[in-house]
């Protein structure tokens, strides 16, 4: 039997070719339907890529994150970034992180320097959505 493997242009190839991995999901390494089975996932990876991108997290995102991941608490960003105030302007997006507030995260935190530098205007759309406001396109 020979199986015919197009391109994923629309939402009804889509979800064709999700239904064929679950079909295969089973398949034995080395056998027919394990090489289609990775060649549908191959394409269906770079459909999700074009038609659902995922915008890399914010500073704050990134930060807020770690926190989460380690159970910590504001205070705890105090030596890090200053005062109980200034940790508060920060996570709210009211105040951008300094380059000594990223080298001090980096390395009490170990979150990535490039996370922290992040796109400018990432602290203002976490605090728009804080805030409940809408991002304008």
């Known amino acids: 039997m020979t199986v015919t493997i197009r391109p994923i242009r629309n939402d009804k190839d889509y979800r064709a070719a999700l239904a064929r991995i679950d079909a295969l999901i089973d398949a034995r390494a080395g056998t027919r339907d394990a090489e289609e089975l990775d060649v549908l996932a191959t394409l269906v990876d770079a459909y999700e890529s074009r038609r659902y991108p995922i915008a890399a997290p914010g500073p704050i995102d990134a930060v807020l994150f770690r926190m989460e991941q380690a159970g910590l608490t504001r205070r705890d960003l105090e030596p890090m970034l200053g005062s109980r105030a200034r940790v508060s302007e920060v996570l709210s997006g009211k105040r951008s ?13 170990g979150i990535p320097a490039e996370s922290l530098i992040g796109q400018p205007e990432a602290a203002g759309i976490v605090a728009l959505r804080r805030a409940g406001c809408q991002e304008r396109a």
């Open 97 to 109: 992180l300094t380059l000594a507030m990223i080298r001090k995260l980096h390395a009490g935190l």
